[in-house]
């Protein structure tokens, strides 16, 4: 199995600008996970879904923030606009229910 | 106050040392991971414990739940165990440890 994947590893972008970042978790977990990790405030749960279904998206900062399921193979979490202050490593993990979770390499996503 | 609290924030040992990082945490949960991030960024699941302990290799994890405290023990340490390790639990949230950045000197 590749394992989680995500994309795009890095990005920069300008403050204002639309990011979206995309995660295909293992085939057949049915649990995904979106994080961000940041140096102040180290690792958070954004969002995690299951059966497609969003069950927790306490920790998703505000509503720039969005995320989506829209099938067992792919997720997206969207950023609109961007500002600086979202610069942060976001990576995704799957799991099989509230099993062991495996996560992606991580997008690095860099706002200027 | 942090939900979770580990201990120690950084720990040198020397390579063949045993190696504890202690975890303890205020809330309910339902599962304690125990995370590994190596200097590159990516991320390992090491355990995910509900009660008692598990073993993986040289490493072993414990848990407390009476006590709401884990452990991650590393027997022969090595160098490229060095990295930062994360204790998390989950249950109605989700919470983390600020980690524990562990360096092996051979």
Request: aromatic share 0%.
């Given at each position: 199995d590749a394992g989680v994947i995500q994309s795009p590893r890095h990005e920069v972008t300008e403050m204002g600008q639309e990011v979206t970042l995309r995660c295909k978790p293992i085939s057949g977990h049915n649990s995904l996970f979106w994080y961000r990790q940041t140096m102040m405030r180290g690792l958070e749960l954004l969002i995690y879904f299951n059966n497609n279904v969003p069950?927790?998206?306490?920790?998703?900062?505000?509503?720039r923030f969005s995320a989506k399921m829209?099938?067992?193979s792919f997720s997206t979490l969207k950023i609109?606009?961007?500002?600086?202050?979202?610069?942060a490593v976001y990576f995704c993990a799957s799991s099989l229910d509230v099993g062991e979770q495996y996560f992606g390499p991580g997008t690095r996503l860099t706002v200027t | 106050k942090n939900e979770v609290e580990q201990s120690p924030q950084n720990l040198t040992a020397q390579e063949g040392e045993f190696i504890t990082i202690n975890c303890s945490y205020s809330v309910g949960i339902s599962a304690l991971h125990w995370l590994q991030q190596h200097p590159g960024g990516g991320i390992v699941s090491l355990f995910m414990l509900s009660s008692g302990k598990k073993k993986h290799g040289r490493l072993i994890a414990t848990i407390n739940i009476q006590e709401k405290h884990s452990s991650l023990h590393i027997t022969?340490?090595?160098?490229?165990?060095s990295a930062v390790y994360i204790c998390a639990v989950g249950g109605n949230q989700f919470y983390f440890g600020t980690g524990t950045s562990l360096t092996v000197i051979p």
């Open positions: 069950i927790d998206d306490s920790g998703m900062p505000e509503d829209p099938n067992a609109q606009p961007s500002e600086p202050r979202d610069s | 022969a340490s090595h160098p490229r165990d």
